[in-house]
């Protein structure tokens, strides 16, 4: 039998990980290729150019353009301070000068006789790569970035809020059905991810960002609490830029939805480890999920990742149903039967066959699942 392939979700205890960390422009690269580094470790940094402001120097000087070099102080490329004097008219005899002084720190840009312009650059502004995980440098791209590798439990959530932060992991619900209780989020859960069960409030995230804490995992999440917090629906945009002042990782979806068995004790086996998560979201092509990793000891000749490789649906494949009526149920395939079946639409699709971890055994279009990779 051909196999079958699926959009699919990793929940595992134990991979070999491969990330890039690259900056947006050329600058310097601060490891050397061997080095072990931590998740807050800069690895990278360069300086990206400041806002351009446009500035009528000749206007200022109430002077014809042409005549603008004759009063200059400064030129092209110099760096200037605010305050600082770039130009001065002669006045008469030696009275009534007129001085003008730079609006802003920065640099020269350009200086322009024809129309009188200058252009001053604001100061370059620093840009720092980190690590994000902790592990070894296996590769370095020169001016670029670097390649990290480590070994680490590894969870990939469906749906996230802002971008790359690092804490201990913190659980406060006993059960993955349950939702978490907003006193439980006190000064204890400061720089910590805390575990929140099946769903998590616009009260339970705000008393979070209150006392400090950097991440939230969660099964579910309320899109109206989502926009109460961001002011704006998401609609399909690219998340992981929210600046709300912690990262948010829903490992299920939208409403209450009790967290995969799976995830839940994953993450409950590693309460009190340092983890990296960030929730950078886009569903379109390129698709990126939100991520929760967990570093684990290893030796580096493990270190050898493996080539991607798509999910496929074979029996005995846990899965997670993404549509009505069993909706972020996960389940195991019990059949894979060949022949197109007629679903409610009239459309002839390829099924599968299951049985619910609520012990409910369903009929489902393969579209209408996803993998979870274990």
């Known amino acids: 039998m051909a196999q079958a392939y699926s959009p699919g979700l990793t929940v595992t205890k134990s991979t070999v990980l491969r990330k890039d960390r690259i900056l947006p422009l050329k600058g ?28 009528n120097l000749a206007n200022k ?20 301070k605010k305050g600082q004097v770039m130009a001065v008219t002669k006045g008469f005899f030696g009275l009534f000068k007129t001085a003008v002084k730079a609006p802003l720190d920065g640099e020269i840009e350009n200086i322009s006789t024809i129309t009188g312009q200058m252009l001053l650059r604001e100061p370059r502004i620093p840009i720092q790569v980190k690590a994000f995980i902790d592990g070894v440098v296996v590769e370095v791209i020169p001016e670029e970035g670097v390649v990290i590798e480590n070994k680490s439990a ?89 600046d709300i002042g912690l990262t948010i990782v829903v490992t299920e979806g939208f409403g209450k939805i009790k967290m995969a068995h799976n995830t839940f004790e994953l993450l409950k086996s590693f309460e009190g480890h340092k983890a990296s998560i960030h929730g950078i979201t886009q569903i379109r092509a390129g698709v990126m999920r939100p991520e929760i990793i967990i570093p684990i000891d290893f030796k ?3 270190l050898k990742a493996e080539a991607p490789k798509m999910s496929s649906l074979e029996i005995g494949t846990t899965i997670r149903v993404i549509r009505q009526p069993n909706f972020g149920i996960i389940g195991k395939v019990t059949g894979l039967p060949e022949k197109l079946t007629k679903v409610e639409s009239e459309t002839l699709v390829r099924i599968l066959e299951a049985e619910l971890e609520n012990g409910k055994k369903v009929t489902i279009p393969r579209a209408n699942v996803e993998v979870i990779e274990t």
């Open 28 to 55: 310097k690269v601060l490891v050397k290729k061997g080095d072990k580094v931590k998740a807050d470790d800069v690895v990278a940094e360069t300086l990206l150019p400041g806002k351009v402001v446009p500035f």
């Open 61 to 80: 000087l109430n002077v014809t353009p042409n005549l603008v070099n004759q009063y200059i102080k400064v030129k092209a490329g110099d760096k200037i």
């Open 154 to 242: 590894y969870i990939q959530g469906i749906f996230g809020l802002s971008g790359e932060r690092s804490g201990e992991i913190k659980l406060l619900v006993s059960t993955p059905d349950e939702i978490i209780d907003t006193k439980k989020i006190d000064e204890s859960c400061k720089d910590k991810i805390i575990i929140c069960g099946a769903l998590i409030n616009y009260a339970a995230i705000k008393q979070a960002q209150n006392m400090g804490v950097s991440g939230i995992i969660t099964g579910g999440i309320d899109d109206q609490d989502l926009k109460k917090l961001l002011g704006y629906n998401i609609g399909v945009a690219i998340t992981g830029h929210e």
């Open 300 to 302: 580096e000749n493990e």
